[in-house]
């Protein structure tokens, strides 16, 4: 379809496409090929999907068709109303006494259960979508929720796959939660439907994609040990759906985008990445990226694209999907795809990238930091330390990192070559700081943290028995708090103090216990933890960097346990509000990371970098499951001997 004003462009036909007759029904309506494996094929067993079969063709439905029950019999407990989406293998349960988890809640389509503590932590505004998933039993289809949102909950159980009323129901969910977790061109560029087809399943992919985790449950294996995160069946794919549609009908725009459309195909491509981001795809977002500078990246489409507003505004998006790639790719061992250096984030003129709101700069900048800290412990840990591993578990692990940042041995380097390196560390993380100190005198008085005190409550961070109690840093919005715990993080990263720390081989500087002064930036990331509505982090945690990754990073390299286990209560006090996903992260995993790092810190090692080896080739539910090997390369300090070194450790289930 075109855009208001364009001519209806005809689409060639392609007659050179063979498709296949005999396939399952799901891949067919996938437009993928099937492998037709009986009963099920291999695609849909992969990929978790409820595979239709060879037979007769059968309308995909969001619920089995209702069977007649007799009539209740009069009560005085009012009914409680059915999800709005029932999942497709769902059976029904027999009473229980045990109070349903909040996720529990979500799934079965119940309200909210209050405990009284229903406090927004940092007065965020709540009308901007931190509030419940749109998905009430109500009796009515439109309905306003408590927090002030338009909300939208078709009744009818039996919303077919590609019906518009389908399309309806994920295009209000996008509108008012989805939307608001990207930058805000996204959402100008969506007020109403979009008439641009690929932009538009795109945002539909995204929306069912956020709701299939939040939405989502965990089925439990022969042991208590042993657990999986199940994203909801319906909504992911319908989310696999509208990504295929998307993918489809870009490639038809492919050498003919106009004016008119060119930032419907820059917004589009992005938004595909973070889709595939979200499924655990590095190479299929590193594929969205390349085809993107391929098709969009000349300078010609750059003039057009910085002659509008929202030309301006995407082209910041483009970078910031650019930087966070380039950061990722030094999570992964050498197994990767391929090499990302070729993708440049350095293509915004200066007038563009003044700009940026607060965020994106900010997010920006911890990039940058986060990527010269790694820099500097892979040289100090990898290049110049202990190895604990043999040569082929070292350059599975490191190698293609040691490549791409062109880290030689230490033994190929004089001392006063190596000296010379980590004083062009310092100058570079000192201009990281400069850049990080005018961004903060920038900040307006309504992004900036409020602070009070009481007579009761001087210290913020007090320590008690190796129990941790922290006071919330309060701030008036949810999205100040986060962008705060972004520059908190860079300084961090960046902090003269973090390297001093690091390179301390002895434990005399450790002292009694974990204190403001000798953390600063530690505790400013604690506090702003202790602030977060619950809420905010499981809707607005999925597509993005969340305040998870700091703590991890704040949990690692802290020598204090009491750090770890805070962080564990506050992620399990996550986990059961019915968080599952953090930035394509599910908490399953997260978990595993902190079991490990508190095994270790009990130990007396410190952690500065944890990454699994082969996470780039591992299928994606792999990583939902508590039962799965994974192989971690760890960056770490042993206080007792006295050591850095590198090593790569089993992840415990």
Sequence with gaps: ?????????????????TRSRTGCHTCRRRRVKCDEGKPSCRACIRLDLTCDGYGSVVRYRFAEPRVLQPAPQPSDTPATGNSVLQGIDATSAGPSKRTPTETERRVSGASPVHDGDDRSYNGSDRSRGSGPSPIYHTPASHSMSVDGDYKMSPTDHTLESGSARLDEYYFTQWTTVVSRIFPPVFSEMSRTMPEFMPFRYAILALSASHLAHTESHRSAGETEQISMYIPNRNHRYQSLQYYGNGVGELAQYVGAASSDTLCYHVATSILFHHFEMNTGSLSGAVNHLENLIRVHGSSESHRKLESTRMGQQLLIAWRGVHSLIMNKQGTVGTKRARSLAALTPDFLSPAISASATSYESIAQLVVETFMTTRTVIIDWFVSRSQCLTTPDQRHSAFGGLLKELSLPDAGECSRPQLAEKDESYRRTLEQQRIKLDAWHSKLDISELPIESFSSTSLDPIRETDGNLEVEPLRFRTYEAAMTYAYYAAAQLSSGIMTFDRMADLGTSGLGPGFSRDKFPWESVILRIASGLNPNDCLYKHTFQIGIISFLIICAASCPHVSVVNWINAWIDRLEDHGMAV??????????????????????????????????????KWDFYRTDVNFVMAICGKDRIKGMLYNNVVNLPA
Excluded: A, C, W
């Excluded at 379809?1 to 496409?17: A, C, D, E, H, L």
């Excluded at 399953?588 to 944890?610: A, E, N, P, Q």
């Design 582 to 619: 953090e930035d394509g992260m599910p908490l399953t995993l997260i978990k595993r990371l902190f079991r490990l790092i508190t095994t270790m810190k009990r130990s007396g090692h410190d952690i500065y970098r944890l990454s699994i080896v082969d996470s780039d080739i591992r299928e």
């Design 1 to 17: 379809m075109s855009t208001p004003g364009q001519p209806v462009r005809k689409r060639q036909n392609r007659t050179n496409i």
